[in-house]
């Protein structure tokens, strides 16, 4: 009998060394796309980059075992599939094809005989049961200020919710731009309008500081919908370039913005993008007749469109509260309202609820204080700008106006930064 194993339940002959775990656990950790794997042994498969072919050994004996386990929870994007090397698995010739599609996966295999051969005594998945620690501060920044006259300013909200004095920009001013965190406690602020349509970047990091602009990557455009996802990403959607699109672009958590993804969903512009469920992300609203959402999975791959209740509307904020849920509020339907749609932590979104505060739309809204959100700034109706503020509790309910601070503007952008209050 070949390997270790910690309970020789089975009887049979063989040097057996009984481990604290059972298995020797091989501590490096697979990356390779082809990797050949011995009995006794467990395997962490980490397919982040490449799918991984497995081959188990080419003779075994009963009670063999061999343990693989999905390392970085992407065996649903790069799969991992097993070449038992001419024995039978499941009673089935190697010939069969046998993979593994399902993220945070594990299986666990035990050679019976050579009519069976490999029988996976458990194939279970492990839930993502935990979500990204909630920033605790906030910034806005960039924006419109006058009939043509875009800014840079930065204003940062503590955990109190205190919106901070301006700041004086860095990066190209502009408007119609989009923030979102990532890298779970940093900032991107993205695309935008400039005399013409822009794909520049710029980073924020963990104490609100604006970095310089970054030649951008994919499409120019404005407008877009913003959030992050997963444990530590981000995902631009959506905009105007020219006409309506529904391209993406994935952000990674150091702030590297991908190329374009072609888009699912109807194309339109001046939507939100919020979380939902600890992970997952929403887009919805925008310049389009009837009311659409689309789903953005953990991994950042966006749904086909539903439809959902709720007043049709552009240039609306969103805001995430109570850790997994989610409020689209304010925006225009060619007259500004102040409107609120709950979104649910399974990403429904609900009927519209009466809104709080002054009816505006082109507003910003950004999660803030681990459980709370914030809606500021924006316009009455064209140039008409203002710097209030509406504080949104840990059970989605929006306060009254609070007077603001700083430069009154719309068309700006918000992010969330800091794990520290």
């Not at 490449?50 to 343990?67: H, K, R, W």
């Not at 072609?262 to 939507?271: K, M, N, W």
């Amino acid at each position: 009998m070949s390997g270790t194993i910690g309970n020789n339940i089975l009887s049979h002959s063989g040097s057996i060394a009984v481990t604290a775990a059972g298995l020797n656990w091989v501590s490096s950790i697979v990356t390779a796309s082809t990797v050949t794997v011995e009995a006794g042994n467990g395997y962490w498969i980490n397919t982040t980059s490449n799918a991984c072919t497995i081959t188990l050994p080419a003779s075994a004996e009963a009670g063999d075992q061999i343990v693989i386990v999905d390392y970085a929870r992407t065996w649903g994007t790069n799969s991992v599939t097993l070449d038992s090397n001419g024995l039978n698995f499941q009673g089935n010739a190697d010939t069969y094809t046998v993979e593994y599609t399902t993220d945070g996966q594990s299986v666990n295999l035990i050679y019976s005989d050579s009519t069976k051969g490999w029988l996976p005594l458990e194939d279970d998945v492990a839930a993502l049961d935990h979500i990204p620690p909630p920033t605790q501060r906030a910034a806005f920044a960039y924006g419109q200020v006058g009939s043509s006259s875009n800014t840079s300013l930065k204003n940062l909200m503590n955990s109190s919710g205190v919106i901070a004095s301006d700041v004086t920009g860095v990066g190209t001013a502009r408007r119609m731009i989009s923030g979102a965190t990532y890298g779970t406690d940093k900032g991107i602020f993205a695309y935008g309008y400039v005399s013409g349509n822009v794909n520049m970047s710029n980073l924020m990091n963990n104490s609100g500081v604006i970095a310089a602009d970054v030649t951008g990557v994919g499409t120019a455009r404005r407008g877009t919908g913003s959030t992050g996802y997963g444990a530590d990403k981000a995902i631009y959607a959506f905009g105007l370039a020219g006409a309506d699109t529904n391209l993406s672009n994935l952000v990674s958590n150091v702030g590297v913005v991908a190329s374009d993804t072609t888009g699912v969903g109807t194309a339109r512009a001046e939507l939100v993008g919020v979380r939902y469920g600890g992970d997952k992300a929403i887009m919805s609203f925008g310049t389009i007749a009837a009311t659409k959402t689309n789903l953005i999975s953990n991994l950042g791959v966006v749904a086909s469109d539903t439809t959902q209740v709720g007043t049709a509307r552009t240039a609306p904020g969103a805001a995430t509260y109570g850790g997994d849920k989610a409020a689209i509020a304010y925006g225009t339907t060619g007259s500004v309202t102040a409107v609120k749609n709950l979104v649910n932590a399974s990403g429904v979104v609900g009927s519209d609820v009466s809104g709080v505060g002054t009816a505006r739309n082109s507003i910003a809204g950004v999660g803030y204080g681990g459980d709370t959100g914030a809606f500021a700034y924006g316009t009455t109706g064209g140039t008409n700008y203002v710097s209030l503020k509406n504080l949104m509790n840990n059970v989605g309910v929006i306060a009254a106006d609070v007077t603001g601070v700083g430069t009154a503007r719309a068309t700006l952008a918000s992010a969330g930064y800091s794990l520290s209050a």
